[in-house]
């Protein structure tokens, strides 16, 4: 991006609304339809770029901002062919691919001991391997433009911190994270590979899983005293893919408000207003 000046030291100072200004970029979210990547899709746009989405069916609506909105292009990212048809479609469009965001991924709670293999195979494929392909295939793009690019995979808590009920969405996103590490090495400088680890957000989707208080009692666990909400997340993305961070590559950047307070301390905390 441009908008770095030279200072009397010699250093480089960019602008700060320079390196937000994303005109001229396109962006690719993936499961941008809703909920997070929806966020993501909407900053970004605000921001000035053009954004494609996908997803297996069509939204009733596209995330929009600034008067322009998303545009969407099914795809099943967890088909390799499908991932690689996805930045072609994008790249047709609007002529290059600047920044990735694999956003796409989930799970519902499952006992790892009767979980079958055709669920526990799903989400692997959904949470690692598909951003692995969608991946593969911008890098293709990006290693070959002018200005390279820059892929952000978001994570999970659950990655590093497991939740029964979770075992094969946290050896995906365990592996997501090595798998950022791994390409950051090997596709650095012209693309850089970046990580987010998201903790616990408030979208319509989540809502009953936090209970019937709105989450009021979870948020009482978590440092900053509230969950996260999807600009949270696509604050951090704008973020890593600007020109601020035009030197972070293979990080991981937690927004999770400062994790959660261990067990101990909030037991403890409990019998102290006990007494």
């Given amino acids: ?19 937000l200004d994303f005109t001229g970029r ?24 053009d954004v494609v989405v996908c997803g297996r069916t069509a939204p009733d609506t596209l995330p929009a901002a600034g008067g322009r909105e998303a545009v969407f292009v099914p795809a099943d990212v967890r088909d390799p062919a499908a991932a690689s048809s996805l930045v072609d479609a994008a ?7 600047d920044v990735l965001v694999n956003n796409a991924g989930g799970s519902p709670d499952a006992d ?13 494929a959904l949470n690692l391997l598909a951003p692995f392909y969608v991946a593969q295939a911008a890098h293709r793009v990006m290693s070959a433009q002018d200005g ?3 892929v952000i995979n978001i994570g999970s808590v ?12 946290t050896a995906a996103k365990a592996g997501l994270l090595a798998l950022t590490r791994a390409l950051a090495l ?7 590979v970046n990580h987010i680890t998201t903790g616990l957000i408030r979208t319509e989707s989540a809502a009953s899983v936090y209970g019937a208080d709105g989450g009021a009692a979870v948020a009482g666990v978590i440092p900053m005293g509230r969950m996260a909400v999807p600009a949270d997340v696509a604050h951090a993305c704008l973020f890593l893919a600007g020109g601020l961070s035009g030197y972070i590559n293979g990080a991981d950047l937690a927004v999770h408000g400062g ?12 019998a102290g207003e006990q007494n």
């Fill in 1 to 19: 991006m441009s908008g770095s000046q030279q200072t009397e030291k010699g250093v480089h100072r960019m602008d700060i609304e320079d390196a």
């Fill in 26 to 49: 396109v962006v690719l979210v993936t499961g941008g339809t809703k909920g997070i990547g929806a966020a993501i899709a909407g900053a970004f746009l605000g921001a000035g770029a």
């Fill in 91 to 97: 790249v047709e469009r609007f002529g290059r691919l």
């Fill in 112 to 124: 790892a001991a009767t979980v079958s293999p055709r669920f526990v195979e799903k989400i692997v």
């Fill in 148 to 150: 390279g690019g820059s």
């Fill in 158 to 169: 659950s990655g590093q911190d497991p939740q029964p009920g979770t075992a094969a969405y």
């Fill in 186 to 192: 090997e596709w650095a400088p012209a693309v850089r």
């Fill in 259 to 270: 994790g959660e307070f261990p067990a101990r301390y909030l037991a403890a905390r409990a």
